[in-house]
């Protein structure tokens, strides 16, 4: 039996591991995995993911294993954000993000340019 943890995930997060468990690949997101970083207002996190398969992905490129991974890397404005998005993307036009302000609100979900 597959059992996919979504509790806590963002809704694009929670929209891909619903694709992929249809599927059936198995997702698993952890709560320890999905746990957001305590910002000062003003501040963003940034999630980053694999277009194509919805896995939640490290800064290096590797898939978390959601044990006790960072995820979210954290920037002091929101242009400095969406300028990390534009230079990861460019260089991999499969990956999508989520920016968080400190509150945990969406800001942006930016879709993966290969399938815009």
């Given at each position: 039996?597959?059992?996919i943890?979504?509790?806590?995930?963002?809704p694009?997060?929670?929209?891909?591991?619903k694709?992929?468990?249809?599927?059936?690949?198995v997702?698993?997101?952890?709560?320890?995995?999905?746990?957001?970083?305590?910002?000062?207002?003003?501040?963003?996190?940034?999630?980053?993911?694999?277009?194509?398969?919805?896995?939640?992905?490290l800064?290096?490129?590797?898939?978390?294993?959601?044990e006790?991974?960072?995820?979210?890397?954290?920037?002091?404005?929101?242009?400095?954000a969406?300028?990390?998005v534009t230079?990861?993307?460019?260089?991999?036009?499969k990956?999508?993000?989520v920016?968080?302000d400190?509150?945990?609100?969406?800001?942006?979900?930016?879709?993966?340019?290969?399938?815009?």
């Amino acid at each position: 039996m597959l059992r996919i943890n979504i509790s806590g995930v963002n809704p694009p997060l929670r929209q891909a591991a619903k694709r992929y468990a249809q599927s059936k690949l198995v997702v698993y997101i952890s709560e320890t995995m999905s746990k957001f970083p305590k910002l000062d207002s003003g501040q963003f996190a940034v999630l980053m993911a694999d277009g194509a398969t919805g896995h939640v992905l490290l800064e290096s490129g590797k898939l978390s294993t959601g044990e006790t991974d960072q995820v979210y890397k954290v920037f002091s404005d929101l242009e400095l954000a969406k300028s990390y998005v534009t230079m990861m993307q460019k260089g991999n036009d499969k990956l999508e993000f989520v920016i968080k302000d400190h509150n945990q609100n969406l800001v942006e979900y930016i879709k993966a340019p290969r399938w815009i």
